[in-house]
């Protein structure tokens, strides 16, 4: 018998996964070409792989998720929420932390609260007034934040870390995971480099032992134009308006350049990623790490940034600098279930 040659146009044509749909993705860094339903499924089975390639979750854990509106973390929340279902002692809470952004986080909290709903995930919002006693944008328009030389999102990225940790303690949250990206993950190690920061951690990756609660990154090996076609191919309802701060960041100027080279080298980020974290997991086993003084979590220095970043704040705007007690009582987390 002859055998016929496949033809190779409609060879690509079809899915290569189920060999039947015609492909709505093509995936540069490994070949293949995905329908859109076995596009789907892959992103959950690859969050699977990546949950059990790094250990980050436990069949009994009470995982936090913190979800900002955005469509990475409303993704994150509807695949945790499909892949806890196997894991009855589990449970699931959804966090989202409002900075004070006039116009931008109201509409967040409320998508967050309806898709949490629907899913039937316990839903708590905190805020920066609430725990530290101002806004990002008081911080920002008194010019405290200009005026001890951070930027908007420094201050923003550092202190929602502490407020997530508060919240995480407060529900008693074993671990806390993050959206975060392979992309997001790259440019915050890249970032780190030219900041010349000393103490660089692994980011998304569990790591027990002293009294830290870990955060986990469920997506640190999908890229962000893959979260984000999943989110679109299951409609999920997203904030499209961005963060006023946000083209003025640092990392923006890196996630433009990130983007443009991984368009041309599709395997770069994978790279970067596997070749530092050899790197880093040698570095990390002569590092010891303390406390810091003031909040009591893990800290290199005496003091740890965000305590640093808050106290700064709040002499600038004249405000007590007693430890906030934003999160001391059970009224001050808003449980809206
Ligand atoms: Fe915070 Fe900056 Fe993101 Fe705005 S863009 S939410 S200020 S980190
Ligand atoms: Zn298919
Ligand atoms: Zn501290």
Redesign the pocket.
Known sequence: MIEQPVDPLQKASRCSTCRRNPPIYFRKYSGERLCAKCFRENITERVRKTISKYDLLRPDDRIMVAVSGGKDSLSLLRILHRIERDFPRAELYAVTVD?G?AGYREECLRIVRDFSSQLDIPFLSISFKELFGFT?EDAVECGAAEKIGIH??TV??VL?RKALVKAARKIGATVIATAHTLDDVVQTYLLNLLKGEGNIKPVGIRREGGSAIPRIAPFRLIPQREVALYAYLEKIPFQVKT?P??HT?MRDKIREFLNWYSARYPESLYAFLSNFERMLNALLKTMSEGKCEICGEPSSRRMCRACEIELAIKRELGLDLEEPKGLERESDIRGEE
Request: contains cysteine.
């Open positions: 900075e952004v990002l908007p999102c923003c990225g929602r963060c701060y946000t960041s």
